[in-house]
């Protein structure tokens, strides 16, 4: 049974609602049994729990990208901004406002940093004065790809690779962002400055954010709420400092019970 913790706020509007989905993989493989979040306009969510816990899966099914890996979400519902995108191919919600940076820092390893920038900007097609407007932006934000705006993406460090793709993603001027392990392969240092970038997205630009980590401690220290998967299913669900308070946050989310 979920534990739902008290959550304090709301005003805010619905921006994602995700309503009791199962996703099978092959037709034969369940990842994900019975998971329902939501999400608000403006809001940081984090999605925890440990390896294949469907965290991954989550993600995919919202953005549309689950068909890819074959898998199909057999139950439930996903609605954004009030209109259901169940089914919905990933490039349209891109164009809806939905954008999905994945687990393993995706980048076109022979193309330069600021080509696999421009190559973001394809999906809303600028003017030449509003492209180099949105990419001096992005070089505002990650200072680190300024520098190496004429190197290959691939020669770069993990840490700026993981920018890059942020920033590409920013590029389509989502309104909600999915982000699976930012931290994954980083060092710690790379990691906060990462996520207080990710704050200072959401602050000033009112950027939704749907967090995917194992690291719960870094998660819940930057999110307003949080949703606990264990085994394909929401175990603990509510705001990020009550969760982050609770003794038997570790032991739940390893799944042990007492």
Known sequence: MTATLPITDATARKLLDVSGIEVVYGGAILAVADVSLTIKEGEIVALLGA?????????KAISGLAAADRATVRRGHIHFDGET????????????GIVHVLEGRH??????????LLAAAFLRRPARSELKRQI???????????DKRRTQAGLTSGG???MLAIGRALLT??????????????APRIVQEIFEIIVRLNREKGTAFLLAEQN??????H?????????????LEGSASDLAARDDLHRIYLGYRA
């Open 216 to 221: 719960a401690a870094l998660s819940l220290a």
């Open 51 to 59: 390896n294949g816990a469907g965290k991954s899966t989550v993600l």
């Open 85 to 96: 995108i169940l089914g919905s191919p990933a490039n349209r919600l891109a164009g809806r």
């Open 223 to 235: 999110a307003e709420r949080a949703y606990v998967l264990e085994s394909g299913r929401v175990a």
């Open 136 to 146: 001096d932006d992005i070089y505002a934000w990650f200072p680190r790809l300024r």
């Open 173 to 186: 001027r989502p309104r909600l962002v999915l982000l699976d392990e930012p931290s994954m392969g980083l």
């Open 107 to 116: 980048v076109f390893a022979h193309l330069t940093v600021e080509e696999n």
């Open 160 to 162: 700026e690779q993981q």
